[in-house]
Every structure is written in structure tokens, then in C-alpha cells.
């Protein structure tokens, strides 16, 4: 695995996600499952911090599936990525949907030195179980914040059932992800989570579990089962 220190980004990750870049919309492909998550996390995000009307930032944006859903809510949104190919996805898809969104191909820690407290909202979703630094990530887009702003976080818990169900049970047996996807080693407990945010100086007010039925292949929000995703939400003070 190749990995760069210095701009906290694992070039394997991006390689992984800038191959599969074309079937980015395709919810019938190997994204299927952030497709179907999408609706239960752009709901989580608008209940906790309206977004018609917000400056909001997605970290990790990818091809712009949730930052696409944000901008429909109202909000004016900026998608930040290390990967060239998915972000070509996302601005092409903008012509297809009408929406604007400001796609910058860059690594948060720089973005943040430049755009230092412009943001209502930040989200970073799926994204800090693939890069070296997680708490890097974390104290940039408490960085990114105004005052009194909201980051959300979505990730994987670290330990045997996630491993169950988010590896072996998805990337194996269901066939719902590409092997290879996940690392267990990179998952993070919600108490290491609230860490990070705790020493960027964010205050954690919400964690929220997402629950999969593989028998209904539904997901839904679970405030009292965080055991494998979750979602996290913490303010600026």
C-alpha cells in the first residue's frame, strides 16, 4: 500500500475508488449502497442543521452523490476530493441534473488553510476509514467550521461484528462491495471518534447507528445500535 504522509491520503484508496469512477451513478452498482443510504443520512444532516441557505462543505465527496442531494435541499455547496476521476463523474452529472456545486480537486488540510471558518455545515461521510490520519481530517473541517457550525461524520465501529458484517458479510458473502473495500484496521470506535473531535474542539451532540436487514435489504437509523456504521454529529462552539 502505497501512502503519502504528508497530504494524509492513501494513494491505493484513490486508485480503488478512481477505477470504479464511472459506475459512480449507477445504483445498481458497487455504490448501491451509499444510493440507498443516501436518503437516511441527507435527512439525518437536514434535521439537525437545515441546510436551505447554508454554506456547506462534503469532504470526500466523491461523485457527488450526497453533495448533488444537499444542493437540492437549498444549500450552496463545495465537494472536495483527492481523486481527479470521480470528481469529473460528479461535475458531468451536474449537467444532467441542473444542480450547481463548486467541485475542487484537494486534500482538506490544505483546504482548510484557505478557507479557514466559511462554512455552516461540513459533512464527511464514508471517508476517514480510508485515509491514514482520520484526526487530521477531523480537526480540518473543525477548521472549516464558523462558529457555532455542525461537521457530521459517518464511519465504521471497530470490532467483531463490524468486521462480520462490514467484510466479511458484505464484501464476501452478499457481494454488496468490491473485496477489498474496507480495512479493519482503520475502523474507528465512537470513543475515538468523540476524541478527535474532542481535541479539534468540536462538542459531540449525537450518535445515531445505521442498521442493515439483509433479509428486507433495507437500511434505517438506530440511535441505540451504533455497532457497526454510525453517524456522528458535532458542533463548533
Given at each position: 500500500?502505497?501512502?503519502?504522509?504528508?497530504?494524509?491520503?492513501?494513494?491505493?484508496?484513490?486508485?480503488?475508488?478512481?477505477?470504479?469512477?464511472?459506475?459512480?451513478?449507477?445504483?445498481?452498482?458497487?455504490?448501491?449502497?451509499?444510493?440507498?443510504?443516501?436518503?437516511?443520512?441527507?435527512?439525518?444532516?437536514?434535521?439537525?442543521?437545515?441546510?436551505?441557505?447554508?454554506?456547506?462543505?462534503?469532504?470526500?465527496?466523491?461523485?457527488?452523490?450526497?453533495?448533488?442531494?444537499?444542493?437540492?435541499?437549498?444549500?450552496?455547496?463545495?465537494?472536495?476530493?483527492?481523486?481527479?476521476?470521480?470528481?469529473?463523474?460528479?461535475?458531468?452529472?451536474?449537467?444532467?441534473?441542473?444542480?450547481?456545486?463548486?467541485?475542487?480537486?484537494?486534500?482538506?488540510?490544505?483546504?482548510?488553510?484557505?478557507?479557514?471558518?466559511?462554512?455552516?455545515?461540513?459533512?464527511?461521510?464514508?471517508?476517514?476509514?480510508?485515509?491514514?490520519?482520520?484526526?487530521?481530517?477531523?480537526?480540518?473541517?473543525?477548521?472549516?467550521?464558523?462558529?457555532?457550525?455542525?461537521?457530521?461524520?459517518?464511519?465504521?465501529?471497530?470490532?467483531?461484528?463490524?468486521?462480520?458484517?462490514?467484510?466479511v458479510g458484505a464484501e464476501y458473502i452478499?457481494?454488496?462491495?468490491?473485496?477489498g473495500t474496507h480495512e479493519y484496521r482503520?475502523?474507528?470506535?465512537?470513543?475515538?471518534?468523540?476524541?478527535?473531535?474532542?481535541?479539534?474542539?468540536?462538542?459531540?451532540?449525537?450518535?445515531?447507528?445505521?442498521?442493515?436487514?439483509?433479509?428486507?435489504?433495507?437500511?434505517?437509523?438506530?440511535?441505540?445500535?451504533?455497532?457497526?456504521?454510525?453517524?456522528?454529529?458535532?458542533?463548533?462552539?
Amino acid at each position: 500500500m502505497s501512502t503519502t504522509t504528508a497530504d494524509n491520503v492513501d494513494q491505493a484508496e484513490v486508485k480503488k475508488f478512481e477505477e470504479l469512477a464511472s459506475r459512480w451513478w449507477d445504483p445498481q452498482s458497487e455504490f448501491k449502497p451509499l444510493h440507498d443510504i443516501n436518503p437516511l443520512r441527507l435527512d439525518y444532516i437536514d434535521s439537525a442543521a437545515p441546510l436551505a441557505g447554508k454554506q456547506v462543505l462534503d469532504v470526500g465527496c466523491g461523485g457527488g452523490i450526497l453533495s448533488e442531494s444537499m444542493a437540492a435541499r437549498g444549500a450552496h455547496v463545495t465537494g472536495i476530493d483527492a481523486g481527479k476521476a470521480p470528481l469529473e463523474v460528479a461535475r458531468l452529472h451536474l449537467l444532467e441534473s441542473g444542480l450547481e456545486v463548486d467541485y475542487q480537486q484537494v486534500m482538506v488540510e490544505k483546504f482548510a488553510d484557505e478557507r479557514l471558518a466559511t462554512f455552516d455545515v461540513v459533512t464527511c461521510m464514508e471517508m476517514l476509514e480510508h485515509v491514514p490520519d482520520p484526526s487530521s481530517v477531523v480537526a480540518s473541517c473543525a477548521k472549516l467550521l464558523k462558529p457555532g457550525g455542525t461537521l457530521f461524520l459517518s464511519t465504521i465501529n471497530r470490532n467483531p461484528k463490524a468486521w462480520l458484517m462490514a467484510v466479511v458479510g458484505a464484501e464476501y458473502i452478499l457481494n454488496m462491495l468490491p473485496k477489498g473495500t474496507h480495512e479493519y484496521r482503520k475502523f474507528m470506535r465512537p470513543s475515538e471518534l468523540e476524541e478527535c473531535c474532542r481535541l479539534a474542539g468540536l462538542g459531540v451532540t449525537d450518535l445515531t447507528g445505521m442498521t442493515y436487514n439483509p433479509l428486507a435489504r433495507t437500511y434505517k437509523l438506530n440511535p441505540c445500535d451504533f455497532d457497526v456504521n454510525y453517524l456522528m454529529t458535532a458542533v463548533k462552539p
